[in-house]
């Protein structure tokens, strides 16, 4: 069905990554389609029953049914792992899919992970609440200590999970110092790519041994849909594709559609959005009624250095702390009118949320102090919108604070 030859001949060794990010992963069809095709079926005929056996033996490859292996699924996971560098990728239906999928494959009861502190919300509950069920426990450390990661691992760490910069404060993980100490104490680490990208950081070229991605967001790019990804040498996603395969959490064809089309634009719209990004940053920064940005391309930002270093761009979500605690940050949150108030983020509209009662709300008070989610801490998505008009809608509220 497919043909193979333009593919191997096309010296994609050689590619860049905004190429491979428009070019990887498509075998082309007989039909000669110049676009990416959508194959919605759940399962694939074969021409004689003595094929039908091979391929359910595993003797022949070839697709069987869309749980295990769908073409539009194969040519996102193969533009992505191009993308991340990585000689295999197997997508999800989530980006939490992804994480519990890894962990049902890599891990057993009794086994430790050691994980940033400032992860993704969900994150931690799938790590204490539904791994803990499991037998599997986690320890938390700060982000940025690598010292602190050192004195948390045992004899029982298995995995080290990190997410960085981290959210909403744009803490930084040392990636290669990670990677080293995970090496010595015979554990995997696994990154969460999902706010730079592959545009921006190249985990595994740094030394990590999984990357995770929710492709909810930047990998899509324009909310459209909810999906994720492993990136990962051939041996250790053998493990996770059975998890998935068996399981269950597989990707549709049609949100694997959708990311493939989102990657062609993945270099363009990260690279906006880090401009977008710096300039409401400095701009922020700069305005009388906010008292501290987060955000690590600015120059004072303590790991500037480190992000410059192991990072292409420093991404495009930044926490900026208002005055007035909690009354000011809901006041200049509730005065945007072009800002979508929503948890989300890695779209091309920018969107705006209030941490400590909403992304950080079930955490207690002395949790939200130990985390930096103080009462007047605002985060901000940047999207593609014109700098101009996202700076006027919070300058709405700021300019009100600051008189
Ligand atoms: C959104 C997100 C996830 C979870 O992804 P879903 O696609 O929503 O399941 C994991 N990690 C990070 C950093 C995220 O932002």
Not at 211 to 218: D, F
Request: include cysteine; hydrophobic fraction near 40%.
């Amino acid at each position: 069905m497919h043909d193979d030859n333009h593919q191997e001949d096309n010296h994609q060794d050689e590619w860049s990554l905004e190429t491979l990010a428009i070019r990887a992963g498509h075998q082309r069809t007989f039909e000669q389609e110049h676009s990416e095709p959508i194959f919605p079926t759940s399962s694939f005929v074969y021409a004689s029953a003595a094929e039908a056996a091979r391929k359910f033996g595993g003797q022949e490859p070839g697709n069987v049914y869309s749980r295990f292996t769908n073409p539009t699924v194969h040519t996102f996971e193969r533009r992505l792992a191009a993308l991340e560098g990585g000689e295999r990728c197997v997508a999800t239906s989530s980006g939490m899919s992804a994480i519990l999928s890894t962990a049902l494959a890599l891990l057993s009861a009794g086994d430790e992970i050691v994980a940033s502190r400032s992860l993704f919300g969900s994150t931690v509950s799938l790590f204490d609440k539904y791994l803990g069920k499991l037998g599997i426990t986690t320890r938390y450390v700060e982000l940025s200590s690598v010292s602190a990661w050192e004195a948390a691992i045992g004899p029982k760490t298995r995995l080290l999970f990190a997410e960085t910069p981290s959210n909403p404060l744009s803490e930084i993980a040392d990636i290669p110092a990670l990677a080293a100490l995970a090496k010595r104490h015979n554990a995997l680490l696994a990154i969460d790519n999902c706010f730079l990208t592959p545009a921006l950081q190249q985990p595994l070229a740094l030394g990590a041994d999984l990357v995770i991605h929710s492709a909810t967001k930047y990998l899509d790019g324009q909310g459209r849909a909810v999906g994720g990804a492993v990136v990962s040498s051939h041996a250790l996603l053998e493990e996770v594709f059975g998890v998935v395969r068996t399981c269950g959490p597989c990707l549709s064809p049609f949100n694997a559609w959708i990311f493939t089309k989102g990657l062609e634009t993945l270099s363009l719209r990260m690279n906006a959005h880090c401009e977008n990004a710096l300039t409401l940053a400095r701009w922020l920064d700069a305005h009388p009624a906010v008292t501290q940005v987060f955000y690590s391309g600015l120059e004072d930002h303590p790991q500037h250095a480190l992000a410059k270093r192991q990072q292409k761009g420093f991404g495009a979500v930044l926490g900026f702390e208002v005055k007035g605690g909690q009354a000011g940050a809901w006041q200049v949150i509730d005065a945007t009118r072009m800002l979508s108030i929503t948890g989300n983020l890695g779209d091309v509209k920018t969107t705006i949320t209030h941490p400590a009662t909403t992304t950080h709300g079930r955490l207690s008070d002395s949790q939200k102090e130990a985390a930096g989610i103080t009462p007047g801490l605002i985060r901000v998505a940047v999207g593609l919108e014109s700098q101009r008009d996202i700076q006027r809608d919070l300058a709405h509220g700021l300019d009100v604070l600051a008189d």
